[in-house]
């Protein structure tokens, strides 16, 4: 849909409760077209034309669908978020500065500070630690070799309606 504003996403909200917008989980690949801004841009390829997989680009935020069906809010390998054309990010938290400095105690501490609950759960088979809030999303964390928690730093950050 063309917009003649941009939406506002508040990012630490979207970090406490899920909401991103009117978006959804479950939502239609239709429904987001007709209420929630054009992507910046459209993942090419085989899949999306056979309606098995598409994903629509906001800057660094990917909105994915699976059988036209939304799935999956998700952003990583990012520096400093950008949000694209058509939506502004405010109240960015700990994602206003560089992400790849971003540590697993740096990140909980902030989580803590603003009395945000949340669950961890740890992969070692892939060396990775996953931030759960109660807003149902999540904080991907990966440590080359280490087990030790400072070794932790952001890699991507999704909501997934699991």
């Given at each position: 849909?063309?917009?003649?504003?941009?939406?506002?996403?508040?990012?630490?909200?979207?970090?406490?409760?899920?909401?991103?917008?009117?978006?959804?989980?479950?939502?239609?690949?239709?429904?987001?077209?007709?209420?929630?801004?054009?992507?910046?841009?459209?993942?090419?390829?085989?899949?999306?034309?056979?309606?098995?997989?598409?994903?629509?680009?906001?800057?660094?935020?990917?909105?994915?669908?699976?059988?036209?069906?939304?799935?999956?809010?998700?952003?990583?390998?990012?520096?400093?978020?950008?949000?694209?054309?058509?939506?502004?990010?405010?109240?960015?938290?700990?994602?206003?500065?560089?992400?790849?400095?971003?540590?697993?105690?740096?990140?909980?501490?902030?989580?803590?500070?603003?009395?945000?609950?949340?669950?961890?759960?740890?992969?070692?088979s892939l060396n990775c630690l996953?931030?759960?809030?109660?807003?149902?999303?999540?904080?991907?964390?990966?440590?080359?070799?280490?087990?030790?928690?400072?070794?932790?730093?952001?890699?991507?950050?999704?909501?997934?309606?699991?």
């Amino acid at each position: 849909m063309k917009m003649k504003h941009k939406i506002n996403i508040d990012l630490l909200e979207f970090i406490r409760t899920g909401k991103f917008d009117y978006l959804k989980i479950g939502q239609t690949r239709d429904w987001v077209l007709n209420n929630f801004p054009n992507p910046d841009g459209f993942e090419d390829g085989d899949n999306w034309r056979n309606g098995e997989f598409e994903i629509f680009t906001y800057g660094d935020i990917e909105l994915h669908f699976s059988n036209d069906i939304l799935y999956l809010i998700f952003a990583d390998h990012f520096d400093k978020i950008q949000a694209g054309k058509s939506i502004d990010l405010t109240n960015k938290w700990v994602f206003e500065k560089d992400t790849s400095s971003l540590s697993l105690p740096f990140v909980i501490q902030s989580l803590l500070a603003e009395k945000i609950d949340f669950s961890t759960k740890y992969n070692g088979s892939l060396n990775c630690l996953t931030v759960k809030t109660v807003g149902n999303v999540s904080l991907h964390f990966e440590s080359d070799d280490s087990d030790n928690p400072n070794d932790f730093m952001f890699i991507a950050i999704c909501l997934n309606g699991k």
